[in-house]
């Protein structure tokens, strides 16, 4: 009995001190939010996007071989595309989306997911290409779903 509380023990021990990547919140709840952050912490993601789609771009067309720099370009695209990804399902679509009781606040609920879901299809979409007309995409549905989020939670 003593050796199997011991490894139990051992074992609880050893989970908690196990360092964890941090994701976009808490899941608590904890109550401590900051949506306006998130949208600029978004914004700011796809200026990071758009920068190395123009150095992927550049880089390519330069008659030196940059092949390292350019991996390392598609690397931060496709880190910061996935950052857009985490922040609109794991924040607003986990934890500050609220389902409505009955059909008030129905609509704005729809819109809400119509935003969150294109923020993720246009960052995939940013993944997998250099065209800018994706970073455009991004930045209209931000302002769209700031503008919409806003008047949902009065802020």
Known sequence: ?????????????????????????CE????????????????????TIEKSMNAINDLSLADKGNT??????????ERHAEEIQEIATQY????????????????DYVESLKYIHQLVVFAMKAKQSTDIKHVKALQET??????LYRKMTGH
């Open 92 to 107: 607003f679509l986990a934890q500050r989306v609220k389902i409505p009781k009955g059909t008030k606040g129905m609509k």
């Open 68 to 77: 390292n720099q350019v991996v390392r370009w598609v690397s931060n695209k």
């Open 142 to 147: 931000t302002e769209a779903y700031r503008a």
């Open 28 to 47: 608590i709840p904890c109550g401590i939010y900051n949506d306006e952050m998130r949208f600029e912490m978004i914004l700011e993601h796809i200026k």
């Open 1 to 25: 009995m003593k050796r199997s509380f011991f490894g139990l023990f051992l074992a609880w021990a050893v989970l908690l001190s196990t360092p964890t990547a941090a994701l976009a919140h």
